[in-house]
């Protein structure tokens, strides 16, 4: 029976969704455009490169050289084996879903446990410093200084997560510990190498297929993550358009008003949650006062947006790890991050506002505007750069059929 409802209620939803369609033909396609753009301009262009290295650096071992050398600094803080910490890196450089993406692999490598994946997507998965600085911060709010505050809140409290992770699953790693006594090994750069080199060993692939798998996979992966922004684009959109984003943030405004938030946030917030590129934006076009619109941002970058979830839960439906971890640790996460900005917001904004532009370190204001030449060279060669790389990836495809 319970299985029957499920059914009803997602074939209604869907027959819900393709009726929204039929009715806003044009607003629907606007938004397929908006979010087709974003994808094709910024989100493919900048993942890309990072997806191909992380594929490579794992075939050739020296994500396995990376984790013995960092294993006596992620177990006892994350709880996770060092190999952990390329994923974590990885995700803080180069934004969501890339953390995911390379806990899935390493899961498909045996390298980590499902518990010690589940620890790790919890926390890898952050906002590149291209989104926070150059989109938000510089795009949206035209204020900089106000990057440095969001950046500092967003990585502590996901370091923060993954320090309250390293808790998770302790229960079920008692009944198999045979694992967990093995990677508790010393610092040596010795059996670092050695590791390494047993690691590319063992991959019996010649070097042109390791490029092409590398290459294939990471495009496969970000044409779905493309699919996911383009879909909670157009949802977002009609959601508003059939009235339902209005009556839902009814409920948030009640929220927002305890902790003093002006309540006209609430529609932003709703959006934000679903998309956070959206949400972000529309916080910024509030008046309000700078505080709150940067907790607000910070706890749905936190969250991830649903849209980002999607794609975290496609990574990792071919693989054994929950998504239930996950989607917890995002509640975490925005809610530490708000907590910190509002911790910090006066040594890291309020302090900084002291000081004239023209009084500013030269390096500041050069820096500010390599945020901004890094936004409008993404926007005029990204999609040069998708372009290439899907055809690539299609005369790939198409010599390995013919094999």
């Known amino acids: 029976?319970?299985?029957?409802?499920?059914?009803?209620?997602?074939?209604?939803?869907?027959?819900?969704?393709?009726?929204?369609?039929?009715?806003?033909?044009?607003?629907?396609?606007?938004?397929?455009?908006?979010?087709?753009?974003?994808?094709?301009?910024?989100?493919?262009?900048?993942?890309?490169?990072?997806?191909?290295?992380?594929?490579?650096?794992?075939?050739?071992?020296?994500?396995?050289?990376?984790?013995?050398?960092?294993?006596?600094?992620?177990?006892?803080?994350?709880?996770?084996?060092?190999?952990?910490?390329?994923?974590?890196?990885?995700?803080?450089?180069?934004?969501y879903p890339t953390g995911a993406k390379i806990a899935a692999r390493l899961r498909e490598e045996e390298q980590i446990s499902r518990v010690e994946a589940e620890r790790l997507v919890s926390f890898t998965n952050a906002s590149s410093p291209l989104f926070i600085i150059g989109a938000v911060s510089i795009g949206f709010f035209h204020d900089a200084k106000l990057g440095v505050l969001l950046a500092v809140c967003h990585y502590g409290s996901n370091a923060l997560v993954g320090l309250c992770m390293r808790f998770y699953g302790r229960a079920e790693e008692k009944r198999n510990t045979t694992r967990h006594k093995k990677t508790e090994k010393k610092f040596s750069i010795r059996r670092a190498f050695r590791e390494m080199h047993e690691m590319r060993i063992s991959d019996e692939r010649a070097l042109g297929q390791i490029l092409g798998d590398a290459v294939i996979n990471s495009i496969k992966t970000l044409v779905m993550v493309g699919g996911?922004?383009?879909?909670?684009?157009?949802?977002?959109?009609?959601?508003?358009?059939?009235?339902?984003?209005?009556?839902?943030?009814?409920?948030?405004?009640?929220?927002?008003?305890?902790?003093?938030?002006?309540?006209?946030?609430?529609?932003?917030?709703?959006?934000?949650?679903?998309?956070?590129?959206?949400?972000?934006?529309?916080?910024?076009?509030?008046?309000?006062?700078?505080?709150?619109?940067?907790?607000?941002?910070?706890?749905?970058?936190?969250?991830?947006?649903?849209?980002?979830?999607?794609?975290?839960?496609?990574?990792?439906?071919?693989?054994?790890?929950?998504?239930?971890?996950?989607?917890?640790?995002?509640?975490?996460?925005?809610?530490?991050?708000?907590?910190?900005?509002?911790?910090?917001?006066?040594?890291?904004?309020?302090n900084k506002q002291t000081f004239e532009l023209n009084d500013m370190p030269v390096f500041n204001q050069d820096a500010e505007n390599s945020w901004v030449v890094l936004m409008t060279i993404m926007q005029n060669i990204g999609p040069v750069i998708t372009l290439l790389f899907l055809a690539l990836t299609a005369v790939l495809l198409y010599r390995r059929s013919r094999t």
Request: charged share 10%; proline share 5%; no cysteine.
């Open 228 to 350: 996911f922004i383009i879909l909670f684009s157009v949802l977002t959109k009609l959601f508003f358009l059939i009235g339902l984003s209005p009556l839902i943030a009814i409920i948030f405004q009640f929220i927002l008003s305890i902790f003093s938030i002006p309540i006209d946030m609430a529609l932003p917030l709703f959006s934000g949650l679903f998309e956070i590129t959206i949400g972000a934006q529309m916080i910024s076009q509030k008046t309000a006062t700078v505080l709150s619109q940067a907790v607000l941002v910070s706890f749905i970058m936190g969250f991830n947006g649903l849209s980002v979830q999607a794609q975290v839960a496609s990574i990792l439906s071919g693989t054994d790890i929950r998504f239930k971890p996950y989607f917890l640790a995002r509640f975490l996460h925005g809610a530490l991050a708000s907590i910190l900005t509002v911790v910090l917001y006066i040594p890291l904004y309020l």
């Open 1 to 95: 029976m319970k299985q029957v409802i499920k059914t009803i209620i997602l074939a209604s939803l869907t027959t819900f969704v393709a009726f929204s369609l039929i009715a806003f033909p044009n607003d629907s396609f606007e938004a397929s455009i908006r979010g087709l753009n974003i994808w094709w301009e910024v989100v493919f262009p900048s993942l890309l490169p990072f997806f191909i290295t992380s594929e490579l650096l794992i075939g050739f071992g020296v994500v396995r050289f990376i984790g013995v050398l960092f294993e006596p600094i992620m177990r006892p803080l994350f709880n996770v084996p060092g190999v952990g910490s390329f994923g974590w890196i990885m995700g803080m450089a180069s934004g």
